[in-house]
C-alpha cells in the first residue's frame, strides 16, 4: 500500500507560484542571490573551452570541446558527443561513462567543468584513474577539435559518425540463435549507448549470450545484413543474432509461438481499443461521455501566520493563492521595486521525517538552476514556519488547465512535454529523482491568446540525491511507476513513468490507470500490470509519433524505458516543430 505521505497531497497547488520548499538562505541573502544569478547567466553564455584526453591512452591527444549549456542540454549529453568521438579508442570498448581531474576526482555535473582545464575519460563507472602524465599530454596539439569535428565531413567519414545527430532512441526485439522456440529479447537503442556499430554488437552480445560467443552478424526478415549503425534505426524493428555459424532464409522466420511472444511485447500492454473502466468518465450537459480526472480533496486549513518582521520589511502581503497539507501561499510584493514574487509559509511539525524532508528539500534546491524549475528568490527559517518566496507563475498548475478542459495544441503538447523532459534531464544529470511529478506540480505560463509560454517544475519535498536504488514507498498514486510498487529499488526513470502518464492525459483527457470505485489496491494492480489502451474516440486524432512516445515512456521495464534525453531526441518533441 502506498503510503500517501506528506505530498499526496492531492491538490497542494493551487498557488500558482507554488510548492518550492526551498533553501536556508536568509531573506536578507537576496542581493548576494541576485548577483549570483546575474554572474551564472553571463558564465552560461560564455561557452567553455575544455580538453579531454583518454584514461590510460599515452598515445592518444584527446580533443578540445566547447561546452555550454545551451550545447549540451545534461551532463549525459555530453558523455554521449565523447563517446561517439572516442568510439575507436580501444581503452573506451563502452563509451565514457566517467570523467576525471588529474587529482582522481569524479565530475558529475557540467557545472564542474572549469574553463581551460583538462580532463581524462574514463569507459566504467567504478573505473579508477589510471597513472599517467596527463599534464604533459595536455601540452601536445589536440588531434581534433568537437566543434570542428561537427562541421567537417573529412573526420565524419564513416556513416555511424555522420547520422549520429539524427539518431532517434527506438526499443528493437533481437532473436537469438538456437533451437525454436528462440529467445527473443528488447533492447532500448539511443545515441548514448549506440555511438558505434560496434557498440551495438556488443550491446546485443551482453544481452542475447550465445553460446558461440559473441555476435558477429544481424540480419533483419528480407535477408539483410546490418553492417551500419543507421540500420538500426530504420523502420525494422525484428532483427536476427548470430555468431559464426551459416544462416538460411528459414532461419529468419518465426514460428507462430515466436510471433505471439513479438506480438505480446508490441500488443500486450494495450487494451481493446474500445475498453473503458468504469470511473474514467463523467456525462456533460448533453449527456455525451466525456474524459474525467480522478478528483482531488484539499486538506482544511488552519494556519494562523505570525510572519515576522524581517519578511514584512522587505514584501507586501497580497492575496492567497492557495494551500496545501502543511503550507500556505499568498502573493507577495518586494517594496523595492513592486516586483511580484509568492512567498510560501510551511508549518513545522512535530514530525522529525517531516521536517528533514524540508531540509533534504532545501539542500536540492541550493545546488539546481534551470529554466524549467521554478526558481527560489530567498527564505527564512524559523522555529515553527519555512518562509520561501518563489517566482511567481500566474497561469496556475497544470491541473487546473487540465480540469477547465483547456484546448491544447499540438504546439502546446509538445512544448510542454519538452519543458518537462528537460527539468528532468536536467535532475537525472544530477543523479536528483524528483519522485513526485505530477500535474499539481507543474505550472504553467500562459501569452495573452492562450497558447502555452513555458512549464515549470516545482514541489521538491520527496525529491532526494540517488547513491543507490531507492525503496520508500512514495508519491502520488495515480503517477507511481510500477518498480516503486513491487519495492525491488528504483531511481530517476520513476520520473519518466509519471510524466508519461501525464502526456497520456494531456493528449486524451483522461489518465492510463484508473482504478473502479476508487480502489487503491485494484489501481495499484492496474499500474502492475502495465496494461493501457488508446480507446476511441478520444485517440482517433493523435498520430502515431505521439502515442509512439507514450508507449516509450510507460514501459514497465525500466531498462527498456525512455530517459529524459530519449524523449528530447523523440521525433514528435522535435524542437523545430514548435
Known amino acids: 500500500m502506498v503510503e500517501k505521505e506528506y505530498t499526496i497531497d492531492k491538490k497542494s497547488t493551487k498557488m ?30 560564455k561557452a567553455k573551452r575544455i580538453r579531454f584526453l583518454v584514461n590510460g591512452d599515452r598515445f592518444c591527444k584527446g580533443v578540445v570541446v566547447a561546452v555550454t549549456h545551451e550545447r549540451y542540454r545534461s551532463f549525459d549529453s555530453l558523455l554521449g558527443e565523447l563517446s561517439n568521438t572516442l568510439s575507436e579508442n580501444k581503452h573506451l570498448p563502452s563509451g565514457v561513462r566517467t570523467l576525471f581531474t588529474t587529482d582522481g576526482r569524479k565530475i558529475s555535473q557540467l557545472d564542474d567543468l572549469e574553463d581551460g582545464k583538462f580532463y581524462i575519460c574514463s569507459g566504467g563507472n567504478n573505473a579508477s584513474l589510471k597513472k599517467l602524465d596527463y599534464a604533459a599530454l595536455n601540452n601536445v596539439k589536440p588531434s581534433r577539435s568537437l566543434t570542428k569535428l561537427q562541421s567537417t565531413n573529412t573526420v565524419l567519414s564513416s556513416p555511424s559518425k555522420q547520422l ?44 542475447i549470450k550465445l553460446d558461440t560467443g559473441a555476435v558477429r552478424k544481424v540480419y533483419v526478415s528480407s535477408g539483410c545484413q546490418i553492417t551500419q549503425l543507421e540500420q538500426f534505426f530504420k523502420p525494422d524493428d525484428l532483427f536476427f543474432a548470430y555468431g559464426s555459424e551459416r544462416v538460411s532464409q528459414d532461419d529468419l522466420k518465426l514460428d507462430f509461438e515466436e510471433m505471439k511472444i513479438v506480438q505480446s ?136 488547465a487540465i480540469a477547465r478542459c483547456t484546448d491544447f495544441s499540438e504546439r502546446d503538447l509538445r512544448l510542454m512535454t519538452r519543458n518537462l523532459a528537460s527539468a528532468l534531464a536536467y535532475l537525472h544529470g544530477m543523479d536528483i529523482v524528483h519522485r513526485d511529478v505530477k500535474p499539481e506540480n507543474l505550472l504553467v505560463e500562459f501569452d495573452d491568446d492562450g497558447h502555452v509560454l513555458h512549464l515549470k517544475l516545482a514541489d521538491f519535498g520527496l525529491s532526494q540525491k540517488i547513491t543507490e536504488p531507492l525503496y520508500m514507498v512514495c508519491g502520488t498514486p495515480t503517477y507511481v511507476a510500477p518498480e516503486i510498487l513491487t519495492q525491488e529499488g528504483y531511481g530517476v526513470k520513476i520520473d519518466i513513468w509519471a510524466a508519461g502518464v501525464i502526456l497520456y492525459i494531456l493528449l486524451c483527457g483522461f489518465p492510463p490507470f484508473v482504478a473502479e470505485n ?54 514528435w518533441c522535435d524542437e523545430y516543430e514548435l
Open 16 to 45: 500558482q507560484a507554488v510548492a518550492m520548499r526551498t533553501t536556508q538562505r536568509s531573506i536578507s541573502t537576496e542581493e548576494c542571490t541576485t548577483r549570483q544569478k546575474s554572474d551564472v547567466s553571463r558564465a552560461a553564455r
Open 164 to 207: 549520429h545527430l539524427n539518431i532517434r532512441p527506438k526499443i528493437i526485439f533481437v532473436v537469438r540463435s538456437g533451437t525454436r522456440p528462440r529467445k527473443i529479447i528488447r533492447m532500448l537503442l539511443n545515441k548514448r549507448n549506440s555511438p558505434s556499430f560496434e557498440h551495438v554488437l556488443t550491446l546485443i552480445t551482453e544481452s
Open 265 to 400: 511485447h508490441k500488443r500486450g500492454l494495450r487494451k481493446p481499443p474500445n475498453e473503458l473502466k468504469n470511473g474514467t468518465h463523467c456525462m456533460d450537459e448533453s449527456g455525451k461521455r466525456v474524459p474525467q480526472l480522478p478528483k482531488t480533496t484539499k486538506a482544511n486549513r488552519n494556519i494562523t501566520s505570525s510572519i515576522p518582521s524581517k519578511v514584512l520589511s522587505r514584501y507586501t502581503i497580497g492575496d492567497r493563492l492557495g494551500d496545501g497539507n502543511f503550507a500556505v501561499v499568498y502573493r507577495c510584493f518586494d517594496k523595492r521595486n513592486n516586483s511580484e514574487y509568492a512567498l510560501k509559509i510551511i508549518k513545522k511539525i512535530e514530525a522529525p521525517q517531516m521536517n528533514q524532508m524540508i531540509e533534504n528539500e532545501l539542500s536540492i534546491l541550493k545546488s539546481i538552476r534551470h529554466p524549467n524549475i521554478i526558481n527560489l528568490i530567498s527564505d527564512l527559517v524559523t522555529t515553527t514556519y519555512v518562509y520561501l518566496v518563489t517566482e511567481l507563475i500566474s497561469g496556475g498548475d497544470l491541473f487546473e
Open 518 to 571: 476508487g480502489s487503491q489496491e485494484e489501481l495499484f494492480d492496474d499500474i502492475l500490470s502495465g496494461t493501457y489502451g488508446f480507446p476511441d474516440p478520444y485517440w482517433d486524432n493523435v498520430s502515431e509519433e505521439a502515442k509512439d512516445l507514450v508507449c516509450s515512456m510507460l514501459q514497465s521495464n525500466p531498462s527498456l524505458r525512455f530517459s529524459a534525453e530519449d524523449v528530447l531526441d523523440h521525433p
